[in-house]
């Protein structure tokens, strides 16, 4: 089954990218921004074939995605530091939210039936009441972050 992972250099897309590594049949491909060269842990990515390109692209993107016609993609790009965010609005929400809708239209285009998992956060809740607790995915968005309001955002997109 052929894979794509986006944002495959974070956090979560390293550990994602080892795991898959270790199931048979998998064929691996990653998006990025950058290389994966000047990575600290080149040997994860061995079993990758990378794909240089911003999510913002969406020419870019659609052009990756009609060579790889990935079954499924693990969507995991974005800019996900809530600190960050607050000193950058407006890139947070550009490169979460449209980041996405440009991944779905580029899917829509080129007519993929493709499985899109969508990483979220409980940056989402935000404001969560005492009641509320535990947290379950009925509570209500209360984002306090520019961070938190992409996700919600990213959360409602994909619904």
Known sequence: ?????????????RHLVEFLSSKKGVELHGL?????????????FKRVTFHPCDILEPKALEKVLRKVRPKRIF???AQSHVFTSWQNPKD??????FGQLNLFE?????????????????EVYGSVLPHEIPVKETTLFRP??????SKAAQD????
């Open 92 to 97: 947070t929400l550009n490169t979460n939210i």
């Open 156 to 159: 409602l997109l994909a619904y």
């Open 1 to 13: 089954m052929r894979v794509l992972v986006t944002g495959i250099r974070g956090f979560t897309g």
């Open 106 to 122: 580029a899917v829509r285009c080129c007519r993929l039936r493709s499985k899109i998992h969508i990483a979220s956060s409980s």
């Open 75 to 77: 969507h995991l790009a």
């Open 144 to 149: 306090l972050s520019p961070y938190g309001v």
């Open 32 to 44: 990025g921004r950058s290389s994966l060269k000047n990575h600290p842990q080149p040997n994860i």
